[in-house]
């Protein structure tokens, strides 16, 4: 048997410690798998209320692992694996379930259906999601639009019927509720332009951050305090708002068309001149008569 004196050198370059601020992200993420099981857990007790709690605060945590991970550069391949499967279990299985859990089983195999449905259409647009990531081909402006609602959105604005039975509504039809699973479903895995904002870089003069971060304070206060009535007012506004981005997206797309026109026309070859010149007669602008013939 050789020595390979490469060997070592591989095994000490796969366990070299990892940085810190590689872990962070990623155990941000844990937790928030951690709430969504929590979440079917719960549901699985009746205790409704605390289920949608833990799916709001797995959603809230899903909105921060990537912004810290590009603060301090803990991006991976890893982490972004990681990311989808937490969004597939917190915002796919756990609100199916919840759903059927709370009142689609009434419907039985129908109520269950619904449900199927709408998990497996939030794996199918994560899976959309991931592969157009890096299209050579998008548009810039695309870069601050969504393919399809949001995973966390789609999470939060499905459980809206149960939302609005905490408020003291009247508990609504189980096919109603199912019909209304199947609409997020398909808003999911459509290819209706949403809103995300992701591109838009906000700066806070010096003199608002006190202010933004009592506004802040407010919002979670008034979320904690008054939780149906935010999450209801926020569902039905965010769905309402659905045409605007399709209208904005319909509209940059239609400037964006004609500045390549434009450019296109810019840059194309000059068409060759052609010019059309009468012929001269040798002796003047008169013809002269043919030679007589002997």
């Known amino acids: 048997m050789t020595y390979d004196p490469n060997a070592s050198d591989i095994r000490r370059r796969r366990f070299r410690p990892i940085p810190v601020r590689m872990l962070v992200p990623n155990m941000i993420t844990l937790l928030a798998i951690c709430a969504g099981l929590t979440a079917i857990r719960l549901s699985t007790e009746g205790r409704m209320e605390l289920a949608v709690a833990a799916i709001v605060f797995a959603a809230a945590?899903?909105?921060?692992?990537?912004?810290?991970a590009r603060l301090i550069k803990g991006q991976s391949k890893f982490g972004a694996e990681l990311d989808s499967l937490a969004d597939f279990v917190n915002f796919g299985v756990a609100p199916g379930l919840m759903l059927y859990f709370w009142q689609l089983n009434e419907l039985h195999d129908s109520g269950w259906i619904a449900a199927m449905v709408f998990a497996i259409s939030m794996s199918l647009r994560l899976a959309r999601f991931n592969a157009t990531l890096d299209d050579p081909n998008k548009p810039p402006f695309a870069a601050n639009f969504f393919t399809g609602v949001p995973a966390p959105a789609g999470a939060i604005t499905v459980l809206l019927p149960i939302y609005l039975a905490f408020l003291g509504t009247p508990k609504p039809p189980a096919?109603?509720?199912a019909f209304y699973t199947l609409l997020i479903a398909f808003l999911m895995v459509s290819r209706l332009p949403v809103f995300s904002g992701k591109t838009i870089r906000m700066r806070v003069p010096p003199e608002l951050v006190l202010v933004v971060f009592v506004g802040v304070v407010f919002f979670v206060a008034l979320l904690v305090v008054y939780p149906w009535q935010i999450l209801s007012a926020g569902s039905i506004?965010?769905?309402l708002s659905l045409p605007l981005g399709w209208r904005s997206y319909r509209e940059q797309a239609i400037r964006h068309s004609a500045a390549v026109g434009a450019a296109a026309a810019a840059n194309a070859p000059a068409a060759p001149a052609t010019s059309f010149q009468a012929p001269l007669s040798h002796d003047g602008d008169e013809e002269q008569p043919p030679?007589?013939?002997h």
């Open 175 to 177: 096919l109603l509720t």
């Open 237 to 239: 506004l965010y769905l």
């Open 61 to 68: 945590l899903d909105g921060i692992d990537g912004r810290i």
């Open 291 to 293: 030679e007589r013939l």
